[in-house]
Nanobody, 124 residues
């Protein structure tokens, strides 16, 4: 049974940093491309960042480029999202997702497995 479990969310002040983690089990983690998406109330789920199987390739939405960093540790079956200089508009539920292929990495429908999400709330 495949599981992706996010953690690390919570209440943060604008300008602060927070690190999200996504722990995977039940799959050969190193062969999956992993992405982070987020969804704010009343909006569609949007792409945030993605990382290649080896971790050498990273991809970001323009809205987070330069502030967020995605990384992975295949030995720990874990992907991280380091969020720096957090803004009120970053408030959302953050989801990690995994796909076996590398296709439309910014499209949520390309992903095979999803976590349950972790809430990030930003106070200004």
């Amino acid at each position: 049974q495949v599981q992706l479990v996010e953690s690390g969310g919570g209440l943060v002040q604008a300008g602060d940093s927070v690190r999200l983690s996504c722990a995977a089990s039940g799959l050969t983690f190193s062969v999956y491309f992993v992405g982070w998406f987020r969804q704010a109330p009343g909006t569609e789920r949007e792409f945030v960042a993605a990382v290649s199987r080896s971790g050498s390739g990273t991809f970001y939405a323009d809205s987070v480029k330069g502030r967020f960093t995605i990384s992975r540790d295949n030995a720990k079956n874990t992907v991280y999202l380091q969020m720096n200089s957090v803004k009120p508009e970053d408030r959302a539920v953050y989801y990690c997702a995994a796909q076996r292929s590398v296709y439309r990495i910014d499209n949520s429908r390309s992903y095979d497995y999803w976590g349950q999400g972790t809430q990030v709330t930003v106070s200004s």
